[in-house]
């Protein structure tokens, strides 16, 4: 069993569309995230989600709104995307607690035409 | 920007050698991790040091935290090919905070 599954994988869709990312983990966490990494690799958190409630919503702009139906859900929705939105996003979750790990998704890559 | 720094940027070795990997960051935390990301992967949680930590070993791995540099190592034993990837530190400063990656080391592993 997958702990933090994400889906699509691949998505490649023309500037302008909106998509939406979906994100599930089975593991009971209570916190989840939404990452960005570019092109050179740098990780950089886009939101944190607590039992459903929005905690961190880093500077990103509000054509990305997450959405969290119930803990065990994050989904990312992205309206009028640009070719600055392509990237590997990644979804994570944690129990919240002192000194927890990260567990990610498998990425989904992003690319915009 | 919060992001830590890592050094170096990419490293080749060969199989059986040793590969240390430097971390630098700017605030104080309650612990850092480091993670293992395979080509078009999510991140692999490896090891965590706590603040109040000098060293931990896991396996192959050893762990460095030096809190007054603010700066922190891994160092990964006779080394394999499968252990070719890129590594990140990740420094947590606690609570809801989220976890504030490193720039990462891209490491090669020749059979």
């Known amino acids: 069993d997958t702990a933090v599954s994400q889906t699509p994988k691949y998505l490649v869709t023309q500037m302008g569309n909106d998509k939406s990312i979906k994100c599930e983990q089975n593991?009971?966490?209570?916190?989840m995230y939404w990452y960005k990494q570019d092109s050179k690799k740098f990780l950089k958190i886009m939101f944190s989600?607590?039992?459903?409630?929005?905690?961190i919503n880093e500077t990103v702009p509000n054509r990305f709104s997450p959405k969290s139906p119930d803990k065990a859900h994050l989904n990312l929705h992205i309206n009028s995307l640009e070719l600055g939105d392509s990237a590997v996003y990644f979804c994570?979750?944690?129990?919240?607690?002192?000194?927890?790990?990260?567990?990610f998704g498998s990425g989904t890559q992003l690319s915009v035409l | 920007s919060q992001q830590g720094e890592e050094d170096p940027q990419a490293l080749s070795i060969q199989e059986g050698e040793n590969a240390t990997m430097n971390c630098s960051y700017k605030?104080?935390?309650?612990?850092l991790q480091w993670y293992r990301q395979n080509s078009g992967r999510g991140l692999v949680h490896l090891i965590l040091?706590?603040?109040?930590?000098r060293e931990k070993h896991s396996g192959r791995l050893r762990v460095t935290l030096d809190t007054s540099k603010k700066s922190s190592s891994l160092l990964i034993t006779a080394s394999r090919a499968a252990d070719t990837a890129s590594y990140f530190c990740a420094t947590d400063r606690g609570g809801f905070q989220k976890l504030v990656f490193g720039t990462g080391t891209r490491l090669l592993v020749s059979p």
């Open positions: 040091i706590r603040s109040n930590e």
């Open positions: 605030t104080s935390i309650n612990n």
């Open positions: 994570a979750s944690t129990s919240g607690q002192e000194d927890e790990k990260l567990f």
């Open positions: 593991l009971g966490h209570d916190t």
């Open positions: 989600y607590n039992n459903k409630e929005l905690i």
